[in-house]
């Protein structure tokens, strides 16, 4: 208790210079990882060898600390959408061409990130991730739409290693994600004011906030949007089956996941190329 009031009430300096009173939401990722190594450190053939009686942490709950979990809900606008996909642009490789395959698949950050060749089958158009590398330890098959097809055939291979994305030749997956994301709204908000000035709109101070992972969010209410079953939908994002589904539906809905995805595509192009207005920035249709 003790531990999770100090990082609570602590003072949290942030690296954009401002800084806030307390850390809640370190407070409540703490208490979830010391719910799990109690869990295993409880188990019978442990908790002798570690002197445990009891589990210390069994009856505490988040609330006990006054704090409240915050769910996040942030969505991406399709303004926001479109300077992304610029801004992305801009970076290059390994950053922008990383940024945009998270945001064509819906994936976790380290699924792509930590992506290497031997993982792609680019003739089946997927990207399979081993169960080392997927949450719920199951192979997870990710389908790649034409313009995941384009961003993956323009990537070049390091001599030295595997890994998709790096800045050592393949040697090590590429890493220092937080400072490349300040890169990135750097420069989606010099794109949001040049969207603003088309429309004789304001122009904006800053970048709305955003993390990466919200980039699944926007994935998934998108195939909301275009009516994919939530099955599909939440398969399609890494999200496993639920209740009974989990134990009799033993369908793989690839086919219907590579729709889905596929139709997210389409949507996404119209998104970063509207079709009408003078300000269309052209991207290259897909091939065969």
């Known amino acids: ?9 602590r003072k949290l300096a942030y690296t954009t210079g401002r800084a806030k009173d307390g850390a809640p939401a370190v407070a409540v990722n703490t208490f979830d990882h010391l719910r799990a190594i109690f869990v295993w450190a409880m188990r019978p053939e442990r908790r002798k060898s570690f002197g445990l009686r009891f589990d210390p ?36 490789y390994p950053w922008g061409s990383l940024f945009r395959l998270l945001m064509t698949t819906g994936q976790r ?29 199951a192979t997870h098959p990710i389908p790649l739409s034409d313009l995941a097809m384009e961003i993956v055939s323009d990537l070049p291979r390091g001599p030295a290693g595997p890994f998709v994305f790096s800045v050592k030749q393949g040697r090590t997956p590429a890493t220092a994600m937080g400072a490349k994301k300040k890169e990135l709204d750097a420069l989606m908000l010099v794109e949001l004011r040049k969207i603003a000035r088309e429309r004789g709109e304001p122009e904006p101070e800053n970048v709305r ?25 939440e398969l399609t994002i890494g999200h496993g089956k ?47």
């Open 242 to 288: 639920k209740g009974l589904a989990r134990v009799y539906d033993q369908h793989a809905y690839l086919p219907e996941m590579r729709d889905a995805l596929q139709a997210w595509a389409d949507r996404l192009r119209t998104i970063v190329n509207p079709p009408s207005g003078t300000n269309v920035v052209l991207m290259r249709k897909a091939v065969g």
């Open 209 to 233: 906030h955003f993390v990466l992972h919200d980039l699944r969010r926007v994935v998934r209410s998108n195939l909301s949007a275009l009516r994919v079953p939530d099955v599909v939908a």
């Open 1 to 9: 208790m003790a531990l999770i009031v100090a990082i609570r009430d």
């Open 109 to 137: 950050l380290n699924e792509i990130a930590c992506a290497s060749w031997p993982e792609f089958d680019l003739a089946e158009k997927l990207l399979v991730i081993p169960p080392e590398r997927f949450k719920s330890n």
């Open 57 to 92: 942490i069994a009856h505490l709950r988040i609330k006990d600390f006054g704090i409240k979990r915050k769910v996040r809900q942030t969505v991406l606008s399709p303004e926001e959408i479109r300077a992304y996909w610029l801004a992305a642009g801009k970076m290059g």
